[in-house]
Nanobody, 122 residues
Framework: QVELVESGGGLVQAGGSLRLSCAAS????????MSWYRQAPGKQRELVAA???????HYADSVKGRFTISRDNAKNTVYLQMNSLKPEDTAVYYC????????????????WGQGTLVTVSS
């Protein structure tokens, strides 16, 4: 199995910064894409930032210019640097990845992390 472990969430004041990390582990054949989602209580989960298949980045309009997604291939880790945080950024943030496992490399699996809570106070 493949597991995504997230960390870095917490409580910050508006205008502050936070860096989330997501480390992938397990029998990984390849990682085809990684992204960050978030979900606030009572709201639909939304895409925040992602690497496209071509290696470029995509950001939701609400976080553009404030958030930066990056990765360390050697560590199988993706990061989300969040600056100028706003109360509306408060949500559980989830890491997502499309992966192929070594046992079944013909299949592309969608894997989700457990989520990490980000709370931004006003």
């Amino acid at each position: 199995q493949v597991e995504l472990v997230e960390s870095g969430g917490g409580l910050v004041q508006a205008g502050g910064s936070l860096r989330l990390s997501c480390a992938a582990s397990g029998s990984i054949f390849s990682i085809n894409g990684m992204s960050w989602y978030r979900q606030a209580p009572g709201k639909q989960r939304e895409l925040v930032a992602a690497f496209t298949s071509g290696g470029s980045t995509h950001y939701a309009d609400s976080v553009k210019g404030r958030f930066t997604i990056s990765r360390d291939n050697a560590k199988n880790t993706v990061y989300l640097q969040m600056n100028s945080l706003k109360p509306e950024d408060t949500a559980v943030y989830y890491c997502n990845a499309y992966v192929r496992t070594r046992t079944a490399p013909m299949k592309i699996l969608t894997v989700w992390g457990q989520g990490t809570l980000v709370t931004v106070s006003s």
